[in-house]
């Protein structure tokens, strides 16, 4: 598997954790992932001792630390996975993606953007786009 497989094998194992997040509360806060020199997935959540209902900044700050160290011991790639409002094209309105920021120990790096509406109690996704992601894990 190349750099660009494995990390688009790591981001669809985090997606459905989002998604089950999204319809069970409309909501979720920031988690990641990372796969480990053996391959295995392992999916990681962040806490702020200091408060039960941390700002996701923090909790983003904390997983990026948390994953930092992870790929000291070996991992193969690393994703953070969280929440934004993107302004929508050809509209002054705003909406919600998800926002999944993968590295690879490889040198790849992306960020992907799934735009959502929870319509019914479901989500429903709009067109996914990708740019290229800054290098802020293995470093």
């Known amino acids: 598997m190349n750099a660009k497989e494995e990390s688009e094998k790591l981001m669809n194992a985090l997606l459905p954790f989002t998604k089950q997040m999204l319809q069970r509360y ?6 990641g992932g990372y796969i480990d020199a053996d ?21 983003i700050y904390i997983l990026r630390d948390s994953l930092r160290q992870a790929c000291t011991r070996g991992c193969r790639a690393a994703a953070i996975v969280f929440d934004v409002t993107l ?8 909406g919600d993606a998800i926002q999944i920021c993968i590295e690879h120990v490889d040198g790849y790096s992306v960020e992907v953007f799934f735009p959502y509406e929870i319509v019914d109690g479901q989500v429903v996704y709009g067109k996914t786009f990708a740019q290229a992601g800054k290098h802020e894990i293995f470093t």
């Open 39 to 59: 391959g295995k997935i392992t999916l990681v959540g962040a806490q702020d001792p200091d408060t039960d209902h941390p700002k996701s900044k923090d909790l």
């Open 26 to 31: 409309g909501e979720f806060y920031p988690h």
């Open 87 to 94: 302004g929508q094209a050809n509209s002054s309105r705003k």
